[in-house]
């Protein structure tokens, strides 16, 4: 299983982007996927998650209104679109997927596989 993030770079404070995270090796329509995001010195957290059908989204409280997450199952791909971005939204940001599970979309201990990470920086 593969999953490549990727879109992250270097953007204003109230600029947009939108991360996509490509899958292979796995049945991607069968998958709930996450987003998550580590700070320098921070511990990692939950972004936004979309479950295995698309049609259920979630949401950190922080990024409520700001982030929209999505999914093309036909093209294994899981997208992030984050605006009005803030400094403090700066942080590798990670996808992730598991199967559909019992345990709450934001639990980072209930994925089985990881992205390597894309790196958002907001400059103020």
């Known amino acids: 299983v593969q999953l490549q993030a990727s879109g992250g770079g270097l953007v204003q404070a109230g600029g947009s982007l939108r991360l996509s995270c490509a899958a292979s090796?796995?049945?991607?329509?069968?998958?709930?996927m996450g987003w998550f995001r580590q700070a320098p010195g921070k511990e990692r957290e939950f972004v936004a998650g979309?479950?295995?059908?698309?049609?259920?989204?979630y949401y950190a409280d922080s990024v409520k209104g700001r982030f929209t997450a999505s999914r093309d199952n036909a093209k294994n791909t899981v997208y992030l679109q984050m605006s009005s971005l803030k400094p403090e939204d700066a942080a590798v940001y990670f996808c992730?997927?598991?199967?559909?599970?019992?345990?709450?979309?934001?639990?980072?201990?209930?994925?089985?596989?990881w992205g390597q990470g894309t790196q958002v920086t907001v400059s103020s």
């Open positions: 090796g796995l049945t991607f329509s069968s998958y709930d």
């Open positions: 979309i479950s295995w059908r698309g049609g259920t989204t």
């Open positions: 992730a997927a598991r199967r559909s599970s019992p345990y709450r979309i934001d639990d980072a201990s209930s994925y089985a596989y």
